[in-house]
């Protein structure tokens, strides 16, 4: 009994003997991808952190690959991100100290409800991407480097697609609230995270079409910039929002956030 209890209170104790060493009233910079703003994550687990730990939380809402590049220039202190290849690279080159995995949820393809594809009888992600292309309906893209963006080049590349230059093919260059609204605007398939979608309000003609498959994993992690790269990096801060999102704590807080009953984001165990 006694070991249980102290095994639960151990990740506390870490975590307030790290704020100890930040002075009240800090902030930090965490570049994120889009989706954790778009979906209302943040704006629902950011201020409980700030209330437990003093410590404002700046966020500056991104693609992926562009709050990637925000990492190596230094202009943020931690990265919070899904593209896991490419953040497991941002470390290897130096960029970050260390990546813990935070959360996942999953990626939906979202579509006008007549289906003219026929994605909703697809019987794998590639097979639904096949059927758009072949359609010659219109797929609207982030086109912007993000995790998402990612995501669907790499769907394309399993159903052999190329979708570059076609007419069908329409890009945003923008986040995924901007898609999906270009989408509902031309009844065009698109790529989305279940939360982001969820928190969507101009639906207009668009559904879910197809999702879980196992392909649509869409995994977070944390990342601290280098602070030998970096020395401005605000490291004691930023790890103490790093512990707090993987502690017992934070993954009760992302846990808690649901919308319209749905609980979008699971915690994953940190390694």
Known sequence: MASGFLKRLLPALILS???????????????????????GLFGYILPIFEKATG???????????????????GD???????DRAKEEAFV????????????YNDFVVVGPAA????????????DAFGKIADSGNAFASRADRSGTHSAEMR????????????????ASGSGMGATLNMAAGVGAYTLSDRGSWANFKNRQDL??????????????????????????VKKAAAETFIN???????????ADYKLHGEQLFFPLKAK
Do not use: C
């Open 244 to 254: 707090w999102i993987t502690s017992d704590a934070g993954h009760q807080a992302i």
């Open 76 to 82: 943020a202190d931690a990265l919070l991100v899904h």
């Open 207 to 232: 559904k879910i079409l197809f999702q879980g498959d196992p392909t649509l994993y869409n995994p977070y992690g944390v990342i601290l910039i280098n602070p030998v790269k970096h020395p401005h």
């Open 17 to 39: 003997a790290t704020a100890m060493t930040v002075q009240a009233g800090e902030s930090i910079t965490l570049a994120s991808t889009t989706s954790t703003e778009n979906s």
């Open 92 to 103: 290897a080159e130096g960029f970050g100290a260390y990546r813990k995995d935070v959360m």
């Open 115 to 126: 289906d003219p594809a026929g994605i909703a009888a697809a019987k794998s992600t590639d």
């Open 55 to 73: 410590i404002q939380v700046k966020v500056v809402a991104l693609g992926t690959g562009q709050a990637l590049d925000v990492g190596k220039r």
């Open 155 to 170: 769907f394309w590349k399993a159903a052999g697609k190329n979708p570059e230059g076609q007419a069908w093919y329409k």
